[in-house]
């Protein structure tokens, strides 16, 4: 798996890698199996599934229909991680596979204001997928403030904080975005989803890195992927050798 680009809180991946376009087409039928279940997920601001955290299992709208204000905390979802992992068992593996934590979100809007989110201590860096209302848009990047009651490191796990009104943050940078691009980033950095569009529609499915608490640990789990890779071929053609020549184990 290629890095195409990077900044300092941001690496932009090849989208072309086989096992993200595979990840990529299975998402929307995923997406389709969850809103037969729950059709609340259709038009809903976000809704993800986490293994070991229940309250992670929701499903949010921030705006209802009816005008009625929702939160942040949304309501719980009718299916859960272990529901979809057996019902899709292309995605379990696909998860094994590029290394990724029990956790698989979706962000249908952008513009949620300055935040910042982590699965655990040792998963800063995500996987992220971007779809529809992205182009020209940016993920905008703030220093990380240690006075008041913001720590610097995560110290437990889900975790997610929305900055406090009236609080400023420096800008570190910018990373410009667009419709089909796949980026893993900082999500322990200060940051914001910026969108154009009128509606504030940003879609991006969100995942998150296993052992990835710093830029140069993700780097190793991307750069993993091509070692696996050749291991996977070496075996298979070692092994299809063993079979022409009559050597293989019974």
Not at 157 to 176: Q, S
Request: glycine fraction near 8%; aromatic fraction near 12%.
């Amino acid at each position: 798996m290629d890095i195409l680009d990077e900044g300092q809180c941001w690496l932009r991946l090849d989208e072309g890698y086989w096992k993200l376009r595979k990840l990529k087409a299975l998402l929307p039928v995923v997406e389709q199996w969850v809103a037969e279940k729950d059709p609340r997920v259709l038009g809903s601001n976000y809704w993800g599934i986490c293994m070991d955290s229940p309250g992670e299992n929701v499903v949010v709208n921030l705006t209802y229909d009816d005008g009625k204000q929702g939160g942040y905390e949304g309501e719980e979802l009718l299916v859960n991680y272990y529901d979809v992992m057996e019902a899709f068992p292309e995605l379990r593996q696909l998860f094994v596979d590029l290394e990724l934590q029990p956790y698989l979100g979706k962000n249908s809007i952008g513009n949620w204001g300055i935040h910042r989110h982590c699965f655990n201590p040792t998963s800063r860096w995500n996987l992220v997928m971007l779809g529809e209302g992205n182009d020209g848009g940016a993920g905008i990047f703030f220093k990380n403030d240690e006075e008041g009651c913001y720590p610097t490191d995560p110290t437990y796990e889900y975790v997610v904080d929305y900055l406090e009104e009236g609080v400023t943050l420096e800008e570190i940078e910018r990373c410009p975005l667009e419709t089909g691009r796949v980026y893993t980033i900082d999500t322990w950095t200060w940051h914001s989803h910026l969108t154009n569009d009128p509606d504030h529609k940003a879609v991006a499915w969100l995942m998150h890195f296993k052992f990835a608490d710093s830029k140069d640990n993700v780097k190793d789990v991307i750069r993993n992927q091509e070692i696996w890779g050749w291991r996977k071929v070496l075996w298979r053609d070692t092994k299809q050798r063993k079979y022409r020549h009559g050597t293989h184990d019974a």
